[in-house]
C-alpha cells in the first residue's frame, strides 16, 4: 500500500518570503500522480499543483513549484512570495495510475504567514 | 459557482440516531467520493461511487453506508453514530475518463457532532 509523509506539522512564513513545505511517500508503482491540496480554514479543499511521474520537469503553478525527485520519492511544494491568504493546511496527496480512483493523503503541514 | 455543494454545513446527531448526510455536484462528474477527517488530521476514503458501481474501502465500518439515486445526488448514511464518528465529511467528484480524471473537486464539508 502506498504511504504519504508529511514530516512538517507546522511551518511559518514571513510575507513575501519563500517556503517549501516537505513531502515524501512510499509506493512500488512507476506510474502515479502527485498533488498538493490546501484547505484554507473553514474553506474547501482546493487543488494547488500537481506532478505527473513520468514528467522529469517539475510543475508550476503562478507562485507554486514543485521539486519532484522520483527516485528519493520526495515531492517539495515551494510557494514564493507568501501572501496571507496562502495561510492554510497543506495537503500532500498520491494517486496511483492504474489502479482506481483513491487519493492517498498526508497528514498535512499547517502554513502560518506572518505579516 | 457552487460545484459540490454539502447539505448541512453542520449536523448535530445524538449518539446511536442515524444521521444522513447529502451531496451535490453541478459538474456532472462520474466519481463522487465520501471522505472522513478528523480533527487535524488527513481525509480518509470511505467509499466511492463510479457512476452506479459502489467501491467500499475495506476498513470502513459497516456502520456506513452511501446512496447515489441519480450523477447528481450521493448520501452518506451512518447508521448508529458513536462519539468516535464525530468528524468532517468531504464529498469530492472527479471525471470518470478524460484528461482531468485525476483532479478531485471538494465540497466545503459537513462538520459532524455526536452528543
Known amino acids: 500500500a502506498q504511504t504519504v509523509t508529511q514530516s512538517q506539522p507546522e511551518m511559518s512564513v514571513q510575507e513575501a518570503e519563500t517556503v517549501t513545505l516537505s513531502c515524501t511517500y512510499d509506493?512500488?508503482?512507476?506510474?502515479?500522480?502527485l498533488f498538493w491540496y490546501k484547505q484554507p480554514p473553514s474553506r474547501q479543499m482546493i487543488l494547488v499543483i500537481r506532478?505527473?511521474?513520468?514528467?522529469?520537469q517539475n510543475a508550476t503553478e503562478n507562485r507554486f513549484s514543485v521539486n519532484f525527485q522520483k527516485a528519493a520519492k520526495s515531492f517539495s511544494l515551494k510557494i514564493s512570495d507568501s501572501q496571507l491568504g496562502d495561510a492554510a493546511m497543506y495537503f500532500c496527496?498520491?494517486?496511483?495510475?492504474?489502479?482506481?480512483?483513491?487519493?492517498?493523503f498526508g497528514a498535512g503541514t499547517i502554513l502560518r504567514v506572518k505579516s | 459557482d457552487a460545484m459540490v455543494i454539502q447539505n448541512p454545513r453542520y449536523q448535530v446527531t445524538q449518539f446511536g440516531k442515524p444521521v444522513t448526510l447529502s451531496c451535490s455536484q453541478t459538474l456532472n462528474h462520474n466519481v463522487m467520493y465520501w471522505y472522513q477527517q478528523k480533527s487535524s488530521q488527513a481525509p480518509k476514503l470511505l467509499f466511492h461511487?463510479?457512476?452506479?458501481?459502489?467501491?467500499n474501502e475495506a476498513d470502513t465500518p459497516d456502520n456506513f453506508q452511501s446512496r447515489r439515486p441519480n450523477t447528481s445526488f450521493c448520501f452518506l448514511d451512518i447508521r448508529s453514530p458513536g462519539l468516535g464518528d464525530a468528524a468532517m465529511y468531504l464529498c469530492?467528484?472527479?471525471?470518470?475518463?478524460?484528461?482531468?480524471?485525476?483532479?478531485?473537486?471538494f465540497g466545503p464539508g459537513t462538520r459532524l457532532t455526536v452528543t
Open positions: 506532478q505527473e511521474a513520468y514528467k522529469q
Open positions: 509506493t512500488s508503482e512507476s506510474d502515479y500522480y
Open positions: 469530492a467528484t472527479s471525471r470518470g475518463s478524460g484528461v482531468e480524471i485525476y483532479e478531485q473537486y
Open positions: 461511487y463510479y457512476d452506479k458501481d459502489f467501491n
Open positions: 496527496a498520491y494517486r496511483s495510475a492504474e489502479y482506481g480512483n483513491k487519493l492517498v
